[in-house]
């Protein structure tokens, strides 16, 4: 049974840092795309990120690039989001993904989230 462990969420003022990690198991991820997402208070989920496994390609929305990188640990299973220059804005549930292919649009394995506040 695939299983995605988020942490590393937790409250901090703008214009900080965080770092998200996300640890899989149950499975081989090596062939998979893994993305984060985040959803705030009303609104819906959103895309985040995303990184290819087996050669590390990347995307991110617009509004992160340059603040946020993403980034994967073969060794340890886990992906990271290292958040920088953090806005209110930001503040949300941040959910880690998997899904079997790059081009694929559905998920296909979700985490249970980590909360991210992000203070004026």
């Known amino acids: 049974q695939a299983q995605l462990v988020e942490s590393g969420g937790g409250l901090v003022q703008a214009g900080g840092s965080l770092r998200l990690s996300c640890a899989a198991s149950?499975?081989?991820?090596?062939?998979?795309?893994m993305g984060w997402f985040r959803q705030a208070p009303g609104k819906e989920r959103e895309f985040v990120a995303a990184i290819r496994w087996s050669d590390a390609n990347t995307e991110y929305v617009d509004s992160v690039k340059g603040r946020f990188a993403i980034s994967r640990d073969i060794a340890k299973d886990t992906v990271y989001l290292q958040m920088n220059s953090l806005k209110p804005e930001d503040t949300a549930v941040y959910y880690c993904?998997?899904?079997?292919?790059?081009?694929?649009?559905?998920?296909?394995?979700w985490g249970q989230g980590t909360q991210v506040t992000v203070s004026s």
């Open positions: 993904a998997a899904k079997s292919t790059w081009y694929k649009q559905q998920y296909d394995y």
């Open positions: 149950g499975r081989t991820f090596s062939t998979y795309t």
